[in-house]
């Protein structure tokens, strides 16, 4: 996200740190979408690739901070409620889809977010040059 947000905002990348390095995940792409308004001829793209990062941010959040229980099946886990910061969060059912998984539909999902960012880091690095470092493995 900080190469994405200095590419855009064409500040050095201490700067953009100094700027956007405290804020929370989600207030990031909150300020990345509103500075990427000011690019309507690319607004079309990034609302695509805006409404799969939330999706994916909706999917995240509940692989990482819910409670699982059993499945109404053999093999498969559903999730329960979502803790964060110690408290239960209470979430919409568009949030938070009452939904079984099994491994296998977990590793789908990792596959779309490794896609998902794939799509990020080239649109980024094809629109506005952004430098985005290697991976981790």
């Given at each position: 996200?900080?190469?994405?947000?200095?590419?855009?905002?064409?500040?050095?990348?201490?700067?953009?740190?100094?700027?956007?390095?405290?804020?929370?995940?989600?207030?990031?792409?909150?300020?990345?979408?509103?500075?990427?308004?000011?690019?309507?001829?690319?607004?079309?793209e990034f609302t695509?690739?805006?409404?799969?990062?939330?999706?994916?941010?909706?999917?995240?959040?509940?692989?990482?901070?819910?409670?699982?229980?059993?499945?109404?099946?053999?093999?498969?886990?559903?999730?329960?409620?979502?803790?964060?910061?110690?408290?239960?969060?209470?979430?919409?059912?568009?949030?938070?889809?009452?939904?079984?998984?099994?491994?296998?539909?977990?590793?789908?999902?990792?596959?779309?977010?490794?896609?998902?960012?794939?799509?990020?880091?080239?649109?980024?690095?094809?629109?506005?040059?952004?430098?985005?470092?290697?991976?981790?493995?």
């Amino acid at each position: 996200m900080i190469p994405a947000l200095q590419a855009v905002t064409k500040m050095d990348r201490a700067a953009t740190i100094l700027v956007f390095w405290h804020v929370m995940h989600i207030e990031r792409m909150a300020r990345l979408r509103a500075l990427m308004w000011l690019n309507a001829h690319l607004e079309q793209e990034f609302t695509a690739l805006w409404d799969r990062l939330e999706a994916a941010r909706l999917l995240r959040n509940t692989v990482l901070h819910a409670h699982w229980k059993a499945g109404g099946a053999p093999s498969v886990i559903r999730s329960s409620e979502i803790k964060a910061s110690g408290k239960t969060v209470e979430m919409s059912p568009e949030d938070f889809p009452d939904k079984d998984f099994t491994l296998n539909d977990l590793r789908q999902e990792g596959r779309k977010f490794v896609r998902l960012d794939n799509d990020f880091r080239k649109f980024f690095r094809q629109n506005f040059g952004a430098k985005f470092p290697p991976r981790r493995k």
